[in-house]
């Protein structure tokens, strides 16, 4: 079982920017994937970004692509998700996750195992 700690969140104007971070523990997540999803209001969670199962490369929402960066540094067992140039369509709760075992798509809510508790992103006009 691992926990995860999602802060950073906040109230933003449009493009601004906010680095959101995923602090887990109880397990080292170095090895694990993990990924970013986000949920708005009356809409389901989507997907954000994401790492790949070797970790060597990343993958994005096209809504957020160019302008979100997801980074890891494992020495802290932190994720991070760097949002730049921030749009009112970007506001939602946001929420770090971590896959266990490979085989599963990084895009699905179903293939992470632990998730945090979410942290409010709000984005004004």
């Known amino acids: 079982q691992v926990q995860l700690v999602e802060s950073g969140g906040g109230l933003v104007q449009a493009g601004d920017s906010l680095r959101l971070s995923c602090v887990a523990s109880?397990?080292?997540?170095?090895?694990?994937?993990m990924g970013w999803f986000r949920q708005a209001p009356g809409k389901e969670r989507e997907f954000v970004a994401a790492f790949t199962w070797t970790g060597g490369d990343t993958w994005y929402a096209n809504s957020v692509k160019d302008r979100f960066t997801i980074s890891r540094d494992n020495t802290k067992n932190t994720c991070y998700l760097q949002m730049n140039n921030l749009k009112p369509d970007d506001t939602a709760v946001y929420y770090c996750?971590?896959?266990?075992?490979?085989?599963?798509?990084?895009?699905?809510?179903?293939?992470?195992?632990?998730w945090g508790q979410g942290t409010q992103v709000t984005v004004s006009s």
């Open positions: 109880g397990r080292t997540v170095s090895s694990y994937p």
């Open positions: 996750a971590v896959r266990l075992s490979s085989g599963r798509a990084y895009y699905l809510t179903t293939s992470y195992d632990n």
